[in-house]
């Protein structure tokens, strides 16, 4: 018996690999040699291609694509109808099967709703897209990115607030208290 759900209306291929804790809802179809990691949510639509891995927890609201070359790490939520490519010069008459690149989501990011990530980069560790944003290069752990194209305009805490550093770096999450330091262009939060 297997220890997470699927409704009735989901499509599951053979040979993919789902975690306990699962939930995948209404229309969704996952697609041979795809892997979700434990405790994953797939919301109405959603798409998993053939390669592409879950992280345990990770949260994809509905319409959403994960297509070959998406790896997403533990703890990331990607917003309702956000964009994942795979190839950077798609044509119709051209096959460009064998030129799929690798997006790396790191553990804890969070893509806004209606964001666009372009294929192969990285985005870091609890960066933070805003809605609608169109992610051209890697994006730092920490950062806030909004626009078209996206670009830096601050620093997210792991809770999902905006950081405000004093004169030394320093700032400190308003909801969970842990503090973060800013030094070369880079946050780190300080254990």
Not at 129 to 134: E, F, L, P, Y
Not at 150 to 172: C, I, N, P
Not at 176 to 185: H, I, M, N, R
Request: some cysteine; hydrophobic content about 40%.
């Amino acid at each position: 018996m297997a220890d997470y759900f699927v409704h009735e209306t989901a499509i599951i291929d053979p040979g993919c690999i789902i975690g306990s804790g699962c939930r995948i809802w209404h229309f969704c179809h996952l697609m041979s040699g795809c892997e979700l990691g434990k405790n994953c949510t797939l919301g109405q639509n959603v798409m998993v291609a053939p390669n592409v891995r879950l992280g345990n927890n990770v949260k994809v609201q509905n319409n959403v694509s994960l297509y070959t070359g998406v790896i997403c790490e533990d703890d990331v939520f990607l917003g309702p109808s956000m964009v994942f490519t795979n190839v950077l010069n798609p044509r119709s008459a051209i096959n460009r099967r064998n030129e799929f690149r690798r997006t790396l989501v790191k553990r804890g990011a969070t893509i806004g709703a209606n964001a666009t990530i372009i294929c192969g980069i990285t985005i870091g560790e609890y960066a933070f897209i805003g809605a609608g944003a169109v992610v051209t290069r890697d994006v730092k752990p920490y950062a806030l990115v909004v626009g078209n194209p996206a670009r830096q305009v601050g620093w997210m805490s792991e809770y999902g607030h905006k950081l405000h550093f004093d004169a030394q770096g320093k700032a400190t999450c308003p909801e969970s208290g842990q503090q973060y330091v800013l030094e070369s262009g880079m946050v780190r939060r300080v254990l």
